[in-house]
């Protein structure tokens, strides 16, 4: 029963570089979450999506890309990663919406 | 939740004693409340929640109560133990949209 993974688990990368964190869920969820924490901020939603091929922006998207082409994984994408996209990422999933979301063990990404 | 800035709360409880953790949150129009328990180094983790049509709810050792009026969630953790040392947040949303807002949380220690 793997539920939600995520990798990696730990990233460094420079400024510049295009970075991607995925996400895998195996309970059939229809709604995945990409959350950013960082300390004062608590969490916030950089994207989700509906469904396979839906996407949304949430409240901070700026800077990065997601996709959604099979409903299990919802991989993250850094184009062009800043220090300020230096952060612990979670990816979260949830049956309904509205409903509860679980949430991934986190990636801890350091940008240089 | 709401931000309380950038020093995250703490509360410090005597094993065995019941502990009280607090959350304000700021949306009326919020319908469904989540408490999430967080430990060092890990993903959130669901503890309970409740929807505005209750004002408590009573799980294994935890108990959430709401009050609409004041908009105000608490969660209460009866004979604290050692591994309820964490951090604890309230996330608040409404079923018409994906965007619960997680307040920044409050660390939980567990003096024995």
């Known amino acids: 029963d793997a539920g939600i993974t995520q990798s990696p688990r730990y990233k460094i990368t420079e400024t510049g570089r295009q970075v991607t964190l995925m996400c895998h869920q195996t309970?059939?969820?229809?709604?995945m979450f990409w959350y950013r924490q960082d300390l004062g901020h608590g969490l916030r939603l950089i994207y989700y999506s509906a469904a396979a091929d839906i996407t949304d922006k949430g409240e901070v998207p700026d800077g990065y890309v997601v996709s959604r082409s099979k409903t299990e994984n919802f991989p993250l994408t850094l184009e062009s990663a800043t220090r300020s996209q230096t952060s612990v990422y979670f990816c979260a999933s949830s049956g309904t919406s509205g409903g509860t979301q679980y949430f991934g063990p986190g990636t801890r990404l350091l940008v240089l | 939740g709401e931000s309380v800035g950038l020093h995250l709360p703490t509360l410090s409880v005597q094993e065995g004693d019941n502990s009280i953790i607090n959350c304000a949150y700021s949306n009326s129009a919020s319908d469904y409340f989540i408490w999430y328990k967080q430990e060092s180094g890990k993903g959130p983790q669901f503890i309970i929640d409740?929807?505005?049509?209750?004002d408590k709810r009573q799980g294994q050792r935890v108990t959430v109560l709401l009050n609409k009026t004041v908009k105000h969630l608490s969660l209460q953790i009866a004979a604290t133990q050692p591994g309820d040392s964490a951090v604890y947040f309230c996330a608040d949303g409404d079923n018409y949209g994906q965007n619960f807002v997680f307040g920044p949380g409050t660390r939980l220690s567990v003096l024995p």
């Open positions: 309970w059939s969820h229809s709604y």
């Open positions: 409740i929807r505005s049509n209750m």
